[in-house]
Every structure is written in C-alpha cells, then in structure tokens.
C-alpha cells in the first residue's frame, strides 16, 4: 500500500538555482511529514519536518510546503549546492502511531 | 551523544539460512524501529518495538521477527532466507515523548542473499 509517492525517481538542476522535490499522500489521517537526506552506503538523516496544523516551514535554505486540500507536499532548496546532492525522502505519519510511510525517494543531481 | 549503531555493515549469506541484525538505539530512546530499503521501493516498514513491546507491525511474512531487551537494544532475525531478501535493513530509534518528532536512523546493515 503505497501511501506515499514520489513520482520523479531524479531531479537534475544547476548549482545556484532551486530544487523543487514532491511528495504525494492518500491518507487523509497522515498529521505529520518529514523529509529525510540520504547519502549512499549512510542512513537516512533528518532534514525539515512539518505538522498538519501548518502550511509552511522554513529552515535555512530549506522550506517545506504542505497542500493539505492536495495531499501534496513539497521541498524547496534556494540556492542549490553541490553538497545536497543525496537522495531525498519524504515520510507521514499517521495521528498518534509511532510508523512513518516512506516515499520511494528522489536522486537530487546539483550539477556545479 | 552516541548514535543509533547496527552491526554488522554487510552481510552475505545463502538461501535457506537465518539471520539476526543488530541495533543499538541512542541512549533514552525507548523505541525502535525497523526498514527494509530496497531499489525504487523507499523504505518499507517492519516492525516498531516500545518497551520490549512490538507496538506496530507492517506487511511482511513471519519469516521476519524482532525482539527488545530491556536496554532498549533490538535484534531482528530472518529465517530461512530468500533471494528477494537483499536490501539495506535500516534501524531507527526515537523517543516518542513530545508529539513531534522523528527518527534517527543507523547506517543500515546490507544483507546480501546468494
């Protein structure tokens, strides 16, 4: 049961410019996302988070923004570095159950 | 702090065999979490373990077990092992206390199955 889906497996984009990642969802029940970095041969690391109650979340150069109405989320990278090409999960979670259902992952390509 | 430890990295073994991964969750994470990462299907969840205690279950056959100690540490062990059972198995702790949160992942163990 694929709840979340990420439909672009890579993203290529020039150093300096935005990486915009997207993130589908079917569960209406999902109150919680978060968006995960990978590098290969390491495990996922954490990099912004977003609850149902907001529509936007910025940390540095990254902001997620959530289309609740949609089911639609997304990652904005302004400016985009050499340094964050990784592969790129989106994760939800539904209210008061500790399962997170992961997308399957975007490959970001930052060319310098 | 110390963080989430899986052991071994790699690992091969031949069909039919079992085998047991290992995590050691951050110190005053209380639960553990457990995904199979495989080529274009993300990361698919296993089980969760809280207080020695599995509290959530995802789809996969019982071939596939886990258990908790008291220290928190997880073990989680495949029985008679298939060729579709290679992949990146990937540990997780997190501590559940606030209600916003996530997960801390260890470096995975690759199992490769011949």
């Known amino acids: 049961d694929q709840q979340v889906k990420q439909n672009s497996p890579s993203l290529s984009v020039q150093e300096g410019r935005i990486s915009i990642l997207n993130c589908d969802y079917t569960n209406s029940m999902f109150d919680y996302f978060l968006w995960y970095k990978k590098y290969p041969a390491e495990g996922p690391t954490f990099l912004i988070s977003i609850s149902s109650i907001k529509d936007k979340n910025e940390d540095g150069r990254f902001t997620v923004f959530l289309n609740k109405s949609a089911k639609h989320l997304s990652l904005h990278i302004v400016p985009s570095q050499p340094g964050d090409s990784a592969v790129y999960f989106c994760?939800?979670?539904?209210?008061?159950?500790?399962?997170?259902?992961f997308g399957s992952g975007t490959k970001l390509n930052v060319k310098p | 702090k110390a963080g989430v430890t899986q052991t071994p990295r790699y690992l091969i073994k031949t069909r039919g065999q079992q085998v047991t991964l290992s995590c050691s969750p951050i110190s005053g994470h209380r639960s553990v979490s457990w995904y199979q990462q495989t080529p274009g299907q993300g990361l698919q969840f296993l089980f969760e373990y809280f207080s020695e205690t599995q509290r959530n279950k995802g789809n996969f056959p019982g071939r596939f077990s886990g258990r908790q100690f008291s220290n928190s540490r997880s073990e989680m062990n495949v029985s008679t092992l298939e060729l579709g059972d290679s992949a990146l198995y990937l540990c997780a702790s997190s501590d559940p206390s606030g209600d916003l949160y996530g997960y801390t992942f260890g470096s995975g163990t690759r199992l490769t199955v011949v």
């Open positions: 994760a939800a979670r539904r209210v008061g159950i500790n399962k997170f259902y």
